[in-house]
């Protein structure tokens, strides 16, 4: 049952209420944790709010894009510099819930959920992070593996704007709006004298977290970005996946879709 | 575990009270101050029948702890009608028998009424994607869609009206 709710207004003070309180946790945009809760037995007694933190906005100087941890999804959705992005923020959930929800929260969602992470994994984002020791950066993909120390506080996503005709997205999902990931896709693929000069795919909803699927990239590398290439690639990615079961599809299932959706997702089949 | 005052400015009234930590904007409305139109349903942010608009967005007003949002401008669906007139979305919504139980109702005028703000001429897709959020499970939401578009027209008809 919780016990208080802190407004901290800067950095420091809100990781030592972190850190001097076992039971704290850090409130961001709530539509993770306080479904718990509400709803759960749980060991949270306090929450500390990022509200007063001045972790919100959105920068973007010539490629390099940058976003406060506690930007609300509909505000990257509705941010015209970022038009890339917004079929992704399109397929979470619905607008009220983005209207709430966080980009620095979406990088502790748990699969099958989470698909600004796997987009932001695709992407290579550097992410910052806060203690009380200071400031520290690191790769997104350190970060959807083992997460930030229970002191730590995420303040922000930097990642380089990806150019025309470079970024892919999908999502397979049961319903067209409003559902949990099938199978999610992100891509940033270069192509440089008709072969793939750079490649780097990520999916979501086959694994636990955001994945990056190595052997994929592996195959498309030097190849002409062609139907063949990409159908010989997309077979490889089960070696990078690990399907699981639930409410929303099989592991079986994952596993046999996943390469259809990165077909999809890059031929735009 | 010390309450807190809450200041709110409620469908344009200012409203203060006394909170315990971790009251949701839901339950402020419902038991501080006797707004029972959002509903409690699945506390989990799905449903969509708390929605209510924060400072101009439709949001789940379950998840909200109500510290968290002093100050705020909170819009919920005693605020829609004026007096015994209804808003244009409320009385499209009864004559077009787009509620049955009524449960989710609130919500939906809500969502609705968000996306009017924003769009007052949104296509049937846009109306879709605008209460994605808000489940139904009596009407089988083409007679809510229906009434959505049609208290759209019924406001811009209203607006052109008292333009001229």
Redesign the interface.
Known sequence: MLQRVHMPSDLGEAAGLLANDPTAALLAGGTLLMPAVNNEVTPIQSLVSTKRLGLEGIAVEGDRARIGAATRLADVGADPRLAFLHPVIEAIASPPIRNLATVGGNLFAWQPYGDLAVALLALDATVMVAGQQGQREAPVAEIVASGVAAREIVTGVEFAVPTEGSWFFTKAMRRKLNSAAIVTVAAVITVESDAVASARVALGGVGRRPLRAPSVEAALLGKPLDAATVAAAAEHAIDDAEPFSDAYASAWYRARVLPVHIRRAILGE | ??S?IVQLTVNGQDAEFLAK??T?LLMALRENLGLTAAKRGC???TC?TC?VIVDG????S????V??IVGAAVETLEGLADGNALSPLQAAFVEGFATQCGFCTPGMLM?AT?LLAENPAPTRGDV???I???VCRCTGYEAIVDAILDGAARARAASTAAAD
Do not use: F
């Open positions: 575990m010390a807190t930590p971790g949701t506390a989990q942010g969509g929605d967005r439709v949001v789940p379950c998840l909200i702890p510290e968290t969502s968000a879709v994607r605008a994605s959020g808000n």
